[in-house]
């Protein structure tokens, strides 16, 4: 049997739906295996417009090379991306800036699929065999969603969920066009094996790729 490595990262993902029919998927990350800190810390934006064309906005073109790796892109775009996180709480909103695509996110209050993932030890819901256990309820409560799967490049990959907070509201905008208010990520995404939430949502996550050592 073959080597695999195990990369792990630790972050927020922020799914929304826009009355025009663009969803977008937000990927905060704190720690990375791109670095230490702060070095390792970097966000990107997968975009699927209503005509089904996938695109990546990536800061780098390592980040672009590696998540267009594990996800399929119909077009990787390396943009300058930036991002204003204040505390996660009740009224906080996140503003992004990433090449054509201009959001900002109004986080609400954790729901209570939030509450009930906090009660989990935080060892034990970021560990994949947690994420294995807990797929085939995912599957059956939340449309889309999967904590579990095959990724590109004979790679596999676990989310584990230690929060969710909804987001209330959304300005979004494509090339200077208002993408229009807030609505569910219908249909769900199709970058990988699983989509975010349907309902608008700010996740806090730790994703683990598991990959055939080179």
Known sequence: MSARRRERFEGAIAGVGTAEGTRVVLGHWRRSPFGEGAAGAFTDAM??????????????DEVGEYVSGVYRFDEVRVVDVRLRTPPVRPG????????PLRLRLA?????PLGA???????????????????DPVA???????????????GRREWYGARDVRA???????????DLGPLVPVEPPVRFGFG???????????????EAPDA
């Open 47 to 60: 975009v699927e417009r209503a005509d089904g064309h996938r695109v990546l906005l990536a800061p780098t």
């Open 92 to 99: 906080a909103v996140w503003e992004v800036e990433a090449g």
């Open 107 to 111: 986080v609400g209050r954790r729901t």
């Open 116 to 134: 009930l993932l906090r009660l989990v030890p935080g060892p034990v819901a970021s560990a994949p065999a947690w994420a294995t256990a807990v």
């Open 139 to 153: 599957r059956r409560v939340l449309r889309g969603v999967s904590t579990r799967g095959s990724a590109g490049g």
């Open 167 to 177: 987001l209330v509201g959304a300005t979004t905008s494509w090339d200077g066009r």
């Open 195 to 209: 989509s975010t939430p349907p309902a608008p949502s700010l996740v806090r996550v730790v994703s683990t790729v």
